[in-house]
């Protein structure tokens, strides 16, 4: 039985969750105690040792991510339920945590609360995941996202990406120190994960950081740098060369 703490600062959200998994989960959930802020949830925690947080990202005195930093070991799941807008959103896919959208809907919920039973995440694995969340959330400016192989997880610095191609559902990304790094994500999911101020998107299937363009050939190719050339398609051309060398 996973232990489940509310943290939200909104009661009647907190009784829908409440209900929520005491209707479709109780057989693998107990929902353990609730919280209403930053500062009742780090007191639960500590006193309650939850497994699963059902987490709101605003509120009256901080955020999630202020409550997370401030705990001195996460050790458990979040599912963060936020009524915030596409930058939190944003964030939290940058981090590959859970995320429900206020007004609840009840699939994305359950989708949620499933996977977070099925899934069992290294502690050390979820740090890593807040800290890229948090630093999506306030805007640093040297921002990095995770990308999850088989058998890695990879914090990479956008920065650091020289350019995406994708296979169906997968892409591969290729950085400057030289890795190619294959996840189970199709190029318009990562579109949603980097910066539209830095990545263009210049083929079906690529995706370009238009910091590193070094030239563009009128074969209909970009000359990155470490030499690689990237195409440009057709339709995409005139787009393309706006974004890059306007």
């Given at each position: 039985m996973?232990?489940?703490?509310i943290i939200d600062d909104e009661p009647l959200f907190r009784n829908a969750i409440q209900e929520k998994v005491t209707q479709r989960f109780a057989h693998a959930i107990e929902i353990v105690g609730e919280a209403s802020g930053v500062s009742?949830?780090?007191?639960?925690?500590?006193?309650?040792?939850p497994?699963?947080?059902?987490?709101?990202?605003?509120?009256?005195d901080g955020t999630g991510f202020d409550l997370l930093e401030k705990t001195p070991s996460v050790s458990f799941d979040i599912i963060f339920i936020t009524g915030y807008d596409q930058h939190a959103i944003k964030a939290i896919k940058a981090g590959a945590l859970d995320y429900v959208l206020k007004p609840i809907d009840d699939f994305e919920f359950d989708e949620a609360?499933?996977?977070?039973?099925?899934t069992h995440k290294k502690e050390d694995q979820i740090e890593k995941l807040l800290e890229i969340s948090g630093e999506y959330f306030r805007g640093v400016e040297k921002k990095r996202i995770i990308l999850k192989t088989t058998d890695t997880v990879?914090?990479?610095?956008?920065?650091?990406?020289l350019y995406c191609r994708s296979e169906g559902n997968y892409t591969t990304f290729y950085t400057l120190k030289g890795e190619t790094i294959m996840v189970?994500?199709?190029l318009k999911q990562v579109e949603e994960i980097v910066s539209e101020t830095t990545f263009v998107r210049c083929h079906q299937s690529y995706m370009v950081n238009k910091k590193h363009v070094l030239r563009y050939n009128k074969n209909g190719t970009l000359v990155v740098k470490r030499d690689f050339k990237?195409?440009?398609s057709s339709r995409r051309k005139d787009y393309t060369l706006a974004r890059i060398f306007a």
């Open positions: 996973i232990k489940a703490l009742q949830g780090l007191e639960a925690i500590a006193t309650l040792n497994e699963l947080l059902f987490l709101d990202i605003n509120m009256e609360v499933r996977k977070a039973i099925d990879y914090a990479v610095y956008e920065e650091d990406i189970s994500k199709s990237v195409p440009v």
